[in-house]
């Protein structure tokens, strides 16, 4: 293994840790990750729409974005066309945005659709958003209300700290799609991912290059207990009264 700059990330690979988030370039890391140690990457990279400017402020595309009027730490590499390549010969992917690089996408039967409004009329932002995915099986929808002040989980102004964060509840549903036990999310932002991941008892590696984005990670998962039981554990069976091939006297 020859991760000597990330303990952290080969901690979580050798099974002496249940996870990490890292401040670094994925696609850095990933070149000094072992081939096949990850089955699953879940994530929503940055694709193109500079949702922050230089300034910390909102740009002209709010159709995904937090509150107007907050700063929020610069969200590196939105400036530029989001290329999925690196990522696609995962066993398990989940790409959210996909909408907005889907020409250089592989055809897929099982698309995952946040429906934004749930029953609300539209307006001047997103009904929904698309994720891509590699796995088998039809489109799946998860309606979830999540516009400005009226949303069905998490305070806006106190909860929300990343303009393009998904909703908790959101990618633990993502993640009841994906079978593996460890999960990957390169663009982790605020790590709502590795949250849900940790959960649900399962392993996780978040990795971000925004050192700021990074710190706020970690304290939400510092804050985040781990559960009792995971959910890959086998559920309780009702015990037999008595033995097979017993009667009662």
Sequence with gaps: MTLERWPEIAAVLAGQSDGCVVCADCLEVMTE??????????????????????????????????????????????????VPTPWLSFPEVVLWGANWFCSRLPDASRWLVWDKRDGTASNNMADCELAWTNLPGPVRIFSHRWMGMIRASEKLRTDRVHPTQKPLALMEWCLSFVASSLVLDPFCGSGTTCVAAKKLGRRYIGIDISEDYCRIARARLAATPKPLFSDADPQPQQQEMFAEGTEDA
């Design 33 to 82: 990750m072992p081939e096949g140690c990850v089955d699953a990457v879940v994530t929503d990279p940055p694709y193109g729409c500079s949702v922050v400017r230089g300034n910390g402020r909102l740009g002209s595309n709010t159709s995904r974005a937090g509150i107007p009027g907050r700063v929020y730490a610069e969200v590196i590499g939105d400036d530029r066309p989001f």
